[in-house]
């Protein structure tokens, strides 16, 4: 059964390149960070901030409409206003936001982080959808009892990893080039995505995700997320992109 792993945040301020550190890992579950593409389809960077598909209060009691406000109305926003900034004038601003991501990912802070922190919060909005959450069904139910026993042990570590993890981050589940399912965390902006790993699902466990509603109490996100929110069919469709 696969464990969720979290990168050493103080390998960053060792200087060690963020690359290698993903890479580094991914590897404690066999997974080698090289030669798969990510799920989601390529993003052209001015389509790169797309209205959420429910209401503001749609994803309540779990995410509030206020929550949604500061989240997706500022914290977002300024990361799309960051990214268009930075690349006008120059050669990436024709490239697609994934492209950009990969590309900025072992070349320092200031471009990677409002780019990655872009593409993963387009990937959490529609890693939930209202009403959402519990047991999943479809192809990804088999793979996660196949690759985690059954879904109470998958939850059971999905959650761990997001309450383990130090500091503001992501936990995302993924696909590696070996085809199996593992749960990996992320910190600050990074993604395996950025590194050439398929994504299906991503939590964000940053303080602004969940803070106004629950406070400190981050297993209580964590867990509501699962049980009432997240988006099984999205997971369905990453799993079987190509």
């Known amino acids: 059964m696969n464990s969720g792993h979290t990168i050493d945040k103080r390998a960053l301020s060792a200087g060690i390149d963020r690359r290698a550190l993903c890479a580094g890992s991914l590897a404690l579950i066999g997974v080698t960070a090289v030669k798969t593409s990510a799920a989601a389809d390529e993003t052209k960077l001015e389509a790169s901030f797309p209205a959420l598909p429910y209401a503001d209060d749609a994803l309540a009691p779990v995410i509030s409409s206020e929550t ?42 200031a471009l990677f982080n409002p780019a990655g922190q872009l593409w993963n919060h387009n990937f959490y909005w529609v890693s939930m959808r209202p009403k959402g959450g519990g047991k999943p069904s479809g192809a990804i ?75 400190n109490r981050r ?14 069919d999205f997971a369905n469709h990453n799993l079987g992109a190509g």
């Open 68 to 109: 949604i406000a500061y989240h997706y109305g500022k914290h977002h926003k300024g990361y799309y206003d960051a990214v268009l900034k930075a690349v006008a004038g120059t050669e990436l601003s024709g490239l697609t936001l994934e492209q950009i991501v990969r590309k900025s990912a072992g070349d320092g802070a």
């Open 141 to 215: 139910a088999a793979r996660i009892d196949e690759d985690f026993g059954n879904y109470d042990e998958f939850k059971k570590q999905f959650a761990a990893a997001a309450v383990k993890h130090f500091g503001s981050g992501w936990v995302w589940l993924i696909q590696d080039p070996n085809n199996k399912l593992a749960i990996v965390a992320t910190a600050n902006a990074d993604s395996p995505m950025a590194h050439g790993v398929r994504c299906l699902l991503t939590c964000d466990v940053w303080e602004h995700a969940y803070y106004i509603d629950h406070r």
């Open 219 to 232: 297993a209580d996100y964590a867990n509501a997320w699962l049980d009432q929110l997240v988006n099984w």
